[in-house]
């Protein structure tokens, strides 16, 4: 499994390079500079996030496929099933993303063609995952 949202398996519609992982540290309100000028980390959580590239000059994205990829991304949060490299196991955790983007590239006697821009996933983080 390299990327299942909503149930929906969205690897084979992948570009190449189509997962791109960031790790978001987020730290307690206990970081920060302290007095003497040294710097206090204090980690609370880490934060995935990734860069979701859809293939869309390999897969003619029409009408029906567009449409199964804009309902999985679209609840306020997504169930996401990923092999995270990090913890070295597939994991299925809470995400969110916004600012989804797609155009109309092809409209010709009713057949359409879509582009799915690259889109955000961002982890709830979890408490105590380091």
Same mark, same amino acid.
């Given at each position: 499994? @390299?990327?299942?949202?909503? /149930?929906?398996? !969205?690897?084979? !519609? *992948?570009?190449?390079? &189509?997962?791109?992982?960031?790790?978001?540290?987020? #730290?307690?309100? #206990?970081?920060?500079?302290? =007095?003497? &000028? @040294?710097?206090?980390?204090? /980690?609370?959580?880490?934060?995935? @996030?990734?860069?979701?590239?859809? =293939?869309?000059?390999?897969? /003619?994205?029409? #009408?029906? *496929?567009?449409?199964?990829?804009?309902?999985?991304?679209?609840?306020?949060?997504?169930?996401?099933?990923?092999? #995270?490299?990090?913890?070295?196991?597939?994991?299925?955790?809470? !995400?969110?993303?916004?600012?989804?983007?797609?155009? *109309?590239?092809?409209?010709?006697?009713?057949?359409?063609?879509?582009?799915?821009?690259? !889109?955000?996933?961002?982890?709830?983080?979890?408490?105590?995952?380091?």
């Amino acid at each position: 499994m @390299t990327l299942v949202i909503n /149930r929906f398996d !969205f690897e084979p !519609f *992948l570009e190449e390079n &189509g997962i791109r992982w960031k790790r978001n540290d987020v #730290d307690s309100a #206990d970081a920060g500079e302290m =007095a003497d &000028g @040294t710097m206090r980390r204090d /980690r609370a959580i880490f934060r995935p @996030t990734a860069t979701i590239h859809i =293939a869309n000059s390999k897969h /003619r994205i029409g #009408d029906s *496929l567009g449409h199964q990829i804009m309902k999985a991304i679209e609840p306020e949060w997504v169930d996401v099933t990923y092999y #995270d490299l990090r913890l070295g196991m597939v994991v299925t955790r809470k !995400f969110y993303s916004n600012n989804v983007g797609h155009s *109309l590239v092809y409209s010709k006697n009713g057949v359409r063609r879509w582009f799915i821009e690259p !889109f955000p996933l961002i982890a709830q983080g979890v408490a105590g995952d380091r």
